[in-house]
């Protein structure tokens, strides 16, 4: 009895987990959205040092996810010279990638960098 129990509450809460998570990955944005603006001082020593800019970062998000450049939004930019963090709305669904030097990569996937907790 203690294993069927056990059972339900495990399949109840991925249930609940998987429904959440449905929604909030969508972005649903007003027909006058902005995206933010880059800071133009980190763009330009971006460029000066050869490292890829928000508008690669469009084509690799575009790439990425099969769609076209015009379908990805950005909806925050947090930017330091050697790395950033961005969050993108991509056909509707939210997405989060960074970059770290002058590579882009999805933050949920696991790197060279991230420790075990």
């Given amino acids: ?9 495990i399949v109840v809460s991925t249930m609940t987990f998987a429904q959440q998570t449905e929604k909030d990955s969508k972005c649903d944005l007003p027909k006058d959205y902005q995206e933010p603006k880059p800071n133009k001082k980190i763009q330009s020593w971006i ?3 050869g490292a890829v800019t928000i508008e690669d970062l469009r084509k690799h998000i ?4 099969d769609c076209e450049e015009k379908d990805v939004i950005f909806l ?10 961005y969050s993108v709305c991509v056909n509707g669904k939210e997405m989060k990638y960074k970059r770290l030097g002058n590579a ?7 790197t ?3 420790v075990a907790k």
């Fill in 1 to 9: 009895m203690k294993k069927f129990l056990t059972a339900v509450v």
């Fill in 47 to 49: 460029k000066r040092f």
């Fill in 62 to 65: 575009a790439l990425d996810n």
């Fill in 76 to 85: 925050r930019i947090v930017e330091q010279k050697v790395n950033g963090l």
């Fill in 104 to 110: 882009f990569m999805r933050n949920e996937e696991k």
């Fill in 112 to 114: 060279l960098f991230d």
